[in-house]
């Protein structure tokens, strides 16, 4: 058993939008929906799971492409992968497990369909908080050489199939090394049953496929439907609050709040004394900032 996960939490695994999604489910009371990044899993809340699972109901989920959850083909319009799809899958979960409300908390990637999540599903997300990242959009646009420099994978991952695929399937323990160490706090963070999890998971057949069919949505449909948000007026409505790393390149290369209050209503937050990998490389920390908001009690 990983250690964070031992006690009182189940494997699980449920059918829903076509997908089955792997998850993690422990503790009472509301509901707290977790979504990782990439090249992760749920993996990452290992740390906090425990801790949140005294106040919440905890949901540690897989995204669709990612961990034991369905690797679904890209299709070439990268409907698959989109964050409204993904989105969807997770507010299937959520009712299939019997939660008409719930919170959210994101990191990355899942900070990216959790954004859709509340936007598509804005009645039943209670509050949010988002870890290291800015909206999409604005990260696309506001490319400089420094951002495309950190963040190399993002041009990468969406070139064309099968070129990325095949360079991650030859060797994912390097590429994990690649992504993942080449930030702030390097290995150091990551637990050895940890790092074990991610390799055997980006390992598996579609793993590589999922993950690149991500970003390559967020490189063209998610563009698309944020536009459309944009252009229609709607924003994020419920109370947000985001996190990232004072170490990282969010820092360095955006205005993350000020990008925020462009598409949310209700936003607070600040920077972290860490790079990218909130969660592992300062558990004690996030959860100070994260549990008061979550339970309302600030």
């Not at 540690?60 to 992968?81: I, M, T």
Request: negative net charge; aromatic residues 8%; hydrophobic residues 45%.
């Amino acid at each position: 058993m990983l250690h964070g996960f031992e006690n009182g939490f189940e494997k699980c695994k449920r059918h829903v939008n076509g997908v089955e999604i792997a998850f993690r489910q422990g503790g009472s009371g509301p509901a707290l929906l977790l979504l990782h990044g990439h090249p992760q899993t749920h993996v990452i809340w290992h740390k906090v799971a425990e801790a949140l699972a005294q106040h919440f109901t905890v949901i540690a989920a897989d995204l669709r492409g990612y961990g034991d959850s369905s690797k679904p083909v890209d299709d070439p319009e990268h409907f698959n992968y989109s964050k409204r799809t993904m989105a969807a899958d997770m507010a299937e979960l959520m009712s299939a497990l019997g939660f008409e409300h719930f919170k959210v908390l994101a990191h990355d990637r899942g900070a990216r369909v959790a954004h859709r999540l509340g936007v598509d599903h804005a009645e039943r997300v209670e509050r949010m908080v988002l870890l290291d990242i800015a909206p999409t959009l604005a990260m696309y646009r506001g490319t400089t050489e420094a951002f495309a420099r950190s963040y190399w994978h993002w041009f990468f991952l969406i070139r064309p199939q099968p070129l990325p695929e095949m360079l991650i399937q030859s060797d994912p323990a390097q590429y994990l090394k690649s992504v993942m160490g080449a930030r702030s706090a390097g290995m150091a963070p990551f637990s050895p049953e940890a790092l074990a999890e991610y390799e055997r998971c980006l390992s598996l057949p579609g793993t590589a496929t999922g993950i690149c069919g991500d970003y390559r949505a967020s490189a063209t449909i998610d563009l698309a439907h944020d536009q459309a948000d944009i252009d229609a007026g709607v924003k994020l409505t419920c109370p947000l609050k985001v996190m990232w790393g004072a170490e990282g390149a969010i820092e360095a290369c955006f205005d993350a709040l000020a990008e925020w209050r462009k598409v949310a209503t209700q936003v607070d937050g600040k920077a972290l004394p860490c790079g990218h990998y909130i969660a592992e490389e300062i558990p004690e920390i996030l959860l100070e900032e994260a549990l008061p908001f979550l339970r309302d009690v600030e």
